[in-house]
């Protein structure tokens, strides 16, 4: 794999950094690294478990950078809270992604980031965020009635189906995707290689499309917005993400670019996936326990805290499955971590999936799915940087009341009216994108409550 090879000098590379703990690829305990994505997953939880020391594991990047991975509360922590930007040197991810997001809030660093994140802020205050339950309301109203027909013919179903088959989805699939693929093959971080190849071209084409859809979109918007109109949702005046965003200015009078509003759009599949993967990890008691606390027929935001045992579902179901499994900074002056020097210009991959199975955190059974680990005393005990699925710190995400809003509506409205059944005789394999998928689809039967 990408950061080690046969004939790599370890002993040169452990004495010359930081002196913890580097991996071997093939000699005795580090294994070989998997090709398939769902062994490469095990594999960073098992490396994280076994040779972790002071809060990280060092690997030996490429062109002998080190990337550093931090994969317990208080490495996370540090990383967090610190001034660390997003890396977008050679070896960023980040700046293969900026073709795609722009210099969005996402991508950006300094004081762009900043400027966006108060431009941003407003358009998540709760009272934005309240008419949404009307929007997850209906949404999941459409997505019932599909499941319906599904149940009545009592044929399985991928749960991925009208995602992963929408144009739009398709091509962020296949822009995340090749990321992955600049790093198997690292001759294509350099962008006149990588632009000079199929999957370049496909990307550079990719994005051209995502962005046609959302200037598209925005353009409509923007002009109903020029012509005063309302903008309205049956009926009520309505004020929702996409207006603030393109009503906002700064200090100077200057507001978002198209890019830069854009990210609002990416984010809905991810979502989704992760609704079903907390259904798909419900059984027996747990099961009976979350129908109870799932009555409301259409919850609004004030219902939210009646759906305590459910929240505690759907976090045991990101920690299991983290939605976003990895998230990367560069540290741009020499960095201390757990007492060991980070030195300037490493990639620090703030490892959020083997966080979440870290064995001195969750204990030996983190592999299970219990929800109990967040009931409200569990939580009390916990530190804030042990569950991370939105990350944390000044650059945690800004849409996660948002994406926990939706999830607990359209998963109440699901669970109330079915019960759902894996059809085990199809192995859901993980894809570790830049969002967490499947290889080939998770298929499922559904079967109509009272019925
Ligand atoms: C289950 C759903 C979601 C998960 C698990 C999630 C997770 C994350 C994570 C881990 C980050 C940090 C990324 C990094 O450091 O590179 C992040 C950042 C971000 N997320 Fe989310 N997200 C979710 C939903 C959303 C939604 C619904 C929106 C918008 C409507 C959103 C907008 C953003 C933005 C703009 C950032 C960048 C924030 C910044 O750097 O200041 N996310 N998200």
């Given at each position: 794999?990408?950061?080690?090879?046969?004939?790599?000098?370890?002993?040169?590379?452990?004495?010359?950094?930081?002196?913890?703990?580097?991996?071997?690829?093939?000699?005795?305990?580090?294994?070989?690294?998997?090709?398939?994505?769902?062994?490469?997953?095990?594999?960073?939880?098992?490396?994280?478990?076994?040779?972790?020391?002071?809060?990280?594991?060092?690997?030996?990047?490429?062109?002998?950078?080190?990337?550093?991975?931090?994969?317990?509360?208080?490495?996370?922590?540090?990383?967090?809270?610190?001034?660390?930007?997003?890396?977008?040197?050679?070896?960023?991810?980040?700046?293969?992604?900026?073709?795609?997001?722009?210099?969005?809030?996402?991508v950006a660093n300094g004081q762009k980031w900043a400027r966006n994140r108060r431009l941003l802020t407003p358009a998540f205050h709760f009272d934005i965020l309240k008419p949404y339950t009307n929007v997850f309301n209906a949404s999941a109203d459409v997505l019932v009635a599909k499941l319906k027909s599904k149940a009545a013919s009592n044929d399985r179903?991928?749960?991925?189906?009208?995602?992963?088959?929408?144009?739009?989805?398709?091509?962020?699939?296949?822009?995340?995707?090749?990321?992955?693929?600049?790093?198997?093959?690292?001759?294509?971080?350099?962008?006149?290689?990588?632009?000079?190849?199929?999957?370049?071209?496909?990307?550079?084409?990719?994005?051209?499309?995502?962005?046609?859809?959302?200037?598209?979109?925005?353009?409509?918007r923007k002009k109903a917005l020029d012509g005063g109109e309302n903008v309205a949702l049956e009926g009520k005046r309505y004020v929702d993400f996409l207006d603030i965003l393109l009503t906002a200015r700064d200090?100077?009078?200057?507001?978002?670019?198209?890019?830069?509003?854009?990210i609002r759009r990416r984010r809905r599949s991810h979502g989704f996936c992760t609704r079903w993967r907390s259904i798909r990890s419900t059984r027996g008691s747990v099961n009976r326990k979350l129908i109870k606390c799932c009555k409301e027929e259409t919850p609004t935001l004030s219902d939210m805290p009646k759906f305590e045992f459910l929240t505690q579902c759907i976090k045991e179901g990101m920690r299991l499955h983290a939605p976003v499994p990895i998230v990367n900074r560069e540290v741009k002056e020499d960095f201390e971590i757990g007492g060991r020097n980070i030195p300037a210009g490493s990639i620090v991959q703030l490892n959020i999936w083997a966080l979440h199975h870290k064995e001195s955190v969750w204990g030996p059974d983190h592999m299970e799915f219990k929800p109990e680990r967040f009931s409200p005393e569990n939580v009390d005990k916990m530190s804030p940087f042990q569950f991370v699925p939105f990350s944390a710190g000044p650059r945690n995400c800004i849409g996660q009341h948002f994406a926990m809003n939706e999830e607990k509506s359209v998963l109440a409205k699901l669970l109330r009216n079915f019960t759902f059944r894996l059809d085990t005789s199809h192995e859901v394999k993980k894809n570790p994108s830049a969002v967490m998928r499947t290889v080939d689809g998770m298929f499922m039967y559904v079967e109509e409550r009272n019925a």
């Open positions: 794999m990408l950061y080690m090879g046969d004939d790599f000098n370890w002993d040169c590379s452990v004495n010359c950094v930081c002196g913890c703990q580097i991996l071997p690829s093939r000699t005795e305990g580090g294994g070989e690294f998997p090709k398939d994505p769902t062994g490469r997953i095990l594999h960073f939880i098992k490396i994280c478990n076994e040779y972790e020391e002071d809060g990280i594991v060092f690997l030996w990047g490429f062109f002998r950078r080190p990337i550093v991975i931090a994969c317990t509360p208080e490495s996370m922590a540090r990383i967090s809270k610190s001034n660390a930007p997003k890396s977008r040197g050679l070896m960023g991810v980040y700046r293969m992604i900026e073709p795609w997001l722009g210099e969005g809030l996402l179903f991928d749960v991925f189906q009208n995602v992963d088959t929408n144009p739009y989805v398709k091509a962020v699939n296949r822009i995340t995707d090749s990321l992955f693929h600049r790093f198997l093959y690292p001759y294509m971080l350099f962008d006149f290689i990588f632009y000079n190849t199929s999957v370049g071209r496909q990307f550079k084409k990719d994005c051209n499309f995502v962005h046609s859809v959302a200037e598209e979109i925005i353009h409509k200090e100077e009078g200057v507001g978002l670019s198209s890019l830069e509003v854009m």
